[in-house]
């Protein structure tokens, strides 16, 4: 079974004035597409190598299955966490698991926000609950494809790449972690958590 581009839950323009439909478009029709084409492809020619039993090139592809495999399900995350709607403090369980383990949601933010413009290079911030330690984490990654900690599930993600918010904030990525803030769907961010615990 292939991978395929999930579409969007809402219109190009939906998320419109905090994240401009130019880069949205450009951001899910042609970034987002290539990891799904590049994990359609690492698993077509890992696929191909088990049948040859020819692995002399297993470094590189499965490499690529690491970097377009997160690319695909970070950018699925990613898309699915913002709501034309959405915005606001948390709200529900994840509203009292975030009192719970960061003092308040004001404290959260500034945690998040402070790691998110922290990122070196291109990178992501997400909120996560790790189901080994049983409570929520913000974890940054510079590579998605590197420093991943293994059992963690991602419950909100924002895309730091500056394809995600140069055309619209150029230098100012303070500004588009602002204003992201505006689009979180927290209803979504609920039913990741709930299927945690
Ligand atoms: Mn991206």
């Given at each position: 079974?292939?991978?395929?581009?999930?579409?969007?839950?809402?219109?190009?323009?939906?998320?419109?004035?905090?994240?401009?439909?130019?880069?949205?478009?450009?951001?899910?029709?042609?970034?987002?597409?290539?990891?799904?084409?590049?994990?359609?492809?690492?698993?077509?020619?890992l696929?191909?190598?088990?049948?040859?039993?020819?692995?002399?090139?297993?470094?590189?592809?499965?490499?690529?299955?690491?970097?377009?495999?997160?690319g695909?399900?970070?950018?699925?995350?990613?898309?699915?966490?913002?709501?034309?709607?959405?915005?606001?403090?948390?709200?529900?369980?994840?509203?009292?698991?975030?009192?719970k383990?960061?003092?308040?949601?004001?404290?959260?933010?500034?945690q998040?926000?402070?790691?998110?413009?922290?990122?070196?290079?291109?990178?992501?911030?997400?909120?996560?609950?790790?189901?080994i330690?049983?409570?929520?984490?913000i974890?940054?990654?510079?590579?998605?494809?590197?420093?991943?900690?293994?059992?963690?599930?991602?419950?909100?993600?924002?895309?730091?790449?500056?394809?995600?918010?140069?055309?619209k904030?150029?230098?100012?990525?303070?500004?588009?972690?602002?204003?992201?803030?505006?689009?979180?769907?927290w209803?979504?961010?609920?039913?990741?958590?709930?299927?945690?615990?």
């Open positions: 079974m292939k991978h395929e581009l999930p579409a969007l839950p809402y219109a190009y323009n939906a998320l419109e004035p905090y994240y401009d439909e130019q880069t949205v478009k450009l951001h899910h029709d042609a970034h987002h597409k290539a990891y799904v084409d590049g994990l359609n492809n690492a698993e077509a020619k696929l191909e190598a088990r049948e040859k039993g020819d692995f002399a090139l297993v470094k590189h592809w499965e490499r690529e299955l690491a970097f377009h495999g997160s695909h399900i970070l950018h699925t995350l990613f898309w699915d966490n913002m709501a034309p709607q959405g915005g606001g403090p948390a709200t529900g369980l994840v509203a009292e698991e975030i009192t383990y960061f003092g308040s949601f004001d404290t959260f933010k500034k998040f926000s402070a790691a998110a413009v922290a990122v070196e290079g291109s990178g992501w911030t997400l909120l996560c609950y790790n189901p330690f049983k409570k929520l984490e974890l940054t990654a510079e590579k998605h494809q590197n420093l991943t900690q293994w059992g963690v599930v991602p419950l909100l993600a924002l895309d730091l790449w500056e394809h995600a918010y140069y055309l904030y150029q230098n100012k990525r303070a500004a588009f972690v602002e204003a992201w803030w505006n689009l979180v769907n209803q979504d961010v609920n039913r990741r958590l709930a299927d945690c615990l």
